[in-house]
């Protein structure tokens, strides 16, 4: 595995919290955990993670999402997973920039037994039947950025609790409307 996600996402993850675990990157099912290749050897065209133009582009041989557990939430103890959640849904709901990167998120915002998620193409809430999300984190990245620096620091940035000026700062970045880069799938 040579994206970014593997080597800037997940030991940027492992760093904010170090008792945390890589739940997964590839993997062989649907959606973004597959390669995009893979899926369509598989016959799956049609498969939501390859629709979009942005995923269309990109390396066709790397996975596009990664899984993020916590040990703690799998004991039943919700405070650090609804940290990094509600920071990721938080970042939707305001349209925050930084959020171009990314497809979707699930994970548990509120320490109750119940999947919250956010749809970052169609900014809205994204549901999910998997309960395994109480316990990690699932981020798909929009394939086109799997490799993209500043769309996988972004990423990062709303984890840790950088404001969005200090990011800004960082990366040079003028401020842009949120709806338009959606707009473009």
Known sequence: MSSLIAKVLWPAM???????????????????????????????????????????????????????????????????????SKRLRDAGRVEDPRTYAMREFYGNTDRDREVEGWDFVRDKVAHSSDDTHLWHIHISVRRAYVNDRKAIDAIVSILSGESLTDWQRRWDARPRAATAARVLG
């Open 14 to 84: 492992e760093k904010l919290e170090p008792g945390s675990l890589l739940g997964g990157i590839l993997a062989d099912k649907p959606g973004y955990h597959n390669t995009r290749d893979r899926l369509r050897q598989q016959g799956r065209r049609w498969d939501y993670s390859i629709r979009w133009p942005r995923d269309r582009r990109g390396p066709g041989d790397e996975a596009a999402a990664i899984d993020w557990t916590f040990p703690d939430a799998q004991a039943g103890h919700f405070g650090t997973i609804a940290r990094y």
